[in-house]
């Protein structure tokens, strides 16, 4: 494996020069902390990044999860990884003070996990699966759940997964069929079964706290008859833990992410599973995309944080590997020259790190809108963080799910033949970052979520404000000859997404919904270059601004030049693809919709 994994001075480039994170604990909720405690959590990602979750990579891939006798037994290097990861307070970090959280801002909690998860993302799941649950629980529970749950999972004694899926209902929540039957208690019993659920079973926590989605007896049908249950795999009983009939069924063989078992899990086989209710009856969907939308950013960073892991990989491998010539020196039978000096090489290695870096910086955008959505003192403030978040976060998970498949593979691509083996980590690093696109909820999905829902659905007022918070941004740029056509690069490409936008609109109001969602994925890959391009262009102008500073930066100096020459690179290589992602989107002409008359003709 490669020496490196991932970049801090480009982490600390993001946070604290070009997005501002330490303007948050300006806020009295944040106030505890500075870059003193921001550089000690970072510093504790990485430790245990070095020491544990990276030297386990391949050996966990290698020796996965196996069920023996109802009971899932998981790599060794979990439980220890578990273990530190917990007591050295990052599991309950982003909780409150009460709950033996730190209050730590958002945007430094998905910086440590992109640390974290470019050595081992699999591992990563287990403690990201638990939060959200917890944070559910903190959210809807009563006082009395919240005491009962909340100390054993964010002390690291208990974990957690959410269980949406089923067999016959796929990404159709309203089609689920797992029943919740009311007791004299107020409990319900839980039949059913659920499929997929990442880490819902193994050997290193006292026990496992499942939110389940499931429908109490008598509700409507569709998805407004959807409860949201707390479900643990033991249930305390005079004041000791015993099972509460959840039953392991068997783990998913999956292409990658194999150190996390997915699992197909039965409730209530022997009509002993008892449940509790979360929160408001039939309003189980609405809160659970509140953990889904988070999960859904941390989808989107694992994607990038793996493209982190490859663009290290195959850049270290392009400075060692010597082969060829340059192609001016064909002639020239001396020595070889290593493969970082040819121009399409470094045509993919630039393309990685403009993936790479400007995706982190997209996500931590989106991060600090959920930390400002925390601390607004008005609802109206409040409304406008909610709003660019609904908006951003399907975006945000999309790009970088999907482009950080695109870097890994041009990390394959940089190694040649020597990537696709097991010999080195692309191969690994390929399967891992394959099932991204897919975890909550495909690239179709969240692309016909945001533009038939998150546009459409409020007459594009979220991407109104969307389009000022980018023209405030980046107003500087225009005004810096350098960065002007970069700039005007950007504002053209927003001002011709907005006429898409309302080509859109119009087949919207003439109300037939495969025509205006048959090309929804090309919006969004639309709308994540553009974002991109916008984060991009943020940070060539905080690089522009250092090296013109006056001062000696020393070894900076190359930091701020690579910069600019990725920015520009974004710009000329990936920008352009809007135009013809414009043009079929503009495009009356319909060739996917399905022809009755002619059946499938595929």
């Known amino acids: ?52 979750a990276r030297p386990a990579y391949v ?6 999860p196996e069920l023996v006798d109802g009971q899932v037994n998981v790599h060794p290097a979990i439980p220890a990884f578990y273990k530190m990861f917990s007591e050295s307070g990052l599991l309950s970090a982003v909780f409150p ?64 997964t959410m269980c949406l899926t089923e067999t016959q209902a796929g990404s159709s929540l309203s089609d689920v069929m797992t029943m919740a039957h009311p007791q004299a208690d107020g409990s319900y019993k839980i039949t059913g079964q659920k499929i997929f659920i990442s880490a819902g079973d193994q050997d290193f926590s006292e026990n496992i706290i499942h939110l389940v989605l499931a429908r109490i007896d008598g509700a409507p049908k569709g998805t407004k008859g959807i409860s949201l249950f707390i479900v643990p795999k033991k249930r305390l009983e005079n004041d000791e833990l015993v ?43 609405p809160q659970m995309f509140l953990m889904m939308n988070g999960a859904r950013l941390g989808v989107g960073i694992a994607g990038i944080h793996i493209g982190s892991a490859a663009y290290h990989a195959s850049l270290q491998y392009a400075k060692e590997r010597p082969q060829g010539r340059r192609l001016n020196e064909k002639g020239n039978l001396g020595e070889q020259t290593t493969i970082i000096h ?35 003192k008005d609802p109206e403030t409040q409304k406008s963080y909610n709003d660019l978040l609904e908006l951003l976060t399907p975006v945000a998970k999309t790009y970088g799910a999907e482009m950080g498949c695109v870097a890994v593979n041009q990390g394959i691509q940089v190694l040649g033949g020597y990537g696709y083996t097991e010999d080195f980590e692309l191969e690994q690093l390929a399967r891992d970052v394959r099932i991204m696109p897919l ?125 600019m020459q990725t920015m520009k690179f974004f710009f000329h290589y990936e920008m352009p693809k809007l135009q013809g992602l414009s043009t079929r989107l503009m495009d009356k002409t319909q060739l996917t919709m399905f022809d009755a008359k002619q059946e499938i003709l595929l």
């Open 439 to 563: 975890y909550e909820g495909t690239t179709g999905v969240q692309a016909q979520a945001l533009l038939g829902r998150q546009v459409v659905g409020n007459q594009g007022r979220s991407l109104m404000a969307w389009y000022n918070e980018v023209a405030k941004d980046v107003w500087d740029a225009q005004d810096i000859e350098p960065l002007k056509p970069y700039w005007q690069q950007q504002m053209d490409a927003m001002r011709q997404f907005q006429k898409v936008t309302n080509h859109l609109f119009i087949l919207a109001k003439e109300g037939n919904m495969e025509v205006f969602l048959a090309d929804a994925n090309l919006y969004m890959e639309a709308f994540g270059i553009l974002n991109v391009g916008w984060q991009w262009l943020k940070q060539g102008l905080t690089a522009h601004k250092a090296l013109h500073h006056g001062t000696d930066l020393g070894d900076d100096k190359i930091f701020y030049i690579s910069k």
């Open 342 to 376: 040819h121009p399409d090489v470094r045509r993919m290695l630039l393309t990685q790190k403009a993936i790479v870096e400007g995706g982190l910086s997209f996500i931590l955008q989106c991060c600090k809108y959920l930390d400002l959505e925390k601390v607004a």
């Open 97 to 160: 003070n009460e709950w033996n959280g730190t209050q730590l801002p958002k945007m430094i909690a998905a910086a440590l996990e992109s640390i974290i998860g470019a050595a081992n993302n699999p591992f990563v799941m287990y403690p990201d699966l638990t939060k959200g649950a917890a944070n559910l629980i903190l959210k809807f529970g009563t006082e009395a759940q919240k005491q009962a749950f909340l100390p054993p999972m964010l002390g690291g004694a208990w974990t957690g």
């Open 1 to 52: 494996m490669s020496d490196q994994f991932f970049s801090r001075r480009n982490i600390d480039f993001l946070l604290y020069e070009v997005l501002e994170a330490l303007s948050l604990t300006q806020h009295e909720y944040f106030s505890a902390h500075d870059r003193d405690t921001f550089s000690m959590v970072l510093d504790a990602a990485t430790d245990i990044a070095t020491q544990i």
């Open 59 to 64: 050996e966990a891939d290698r020796k996965q």
């Open 243 to 285: 099972s509460n009939d959840v039953e392991s069924i068997g783990i998913y063989h999956k292409m990658g992410q194999k150190a996390t078992p997915a699992m197909h899990l039965a409730f209530g086989n022997n009509n002993n599973c008892t449940g509790y209710l979360l929160g408001v009856a039939n309003r189980g969907l």
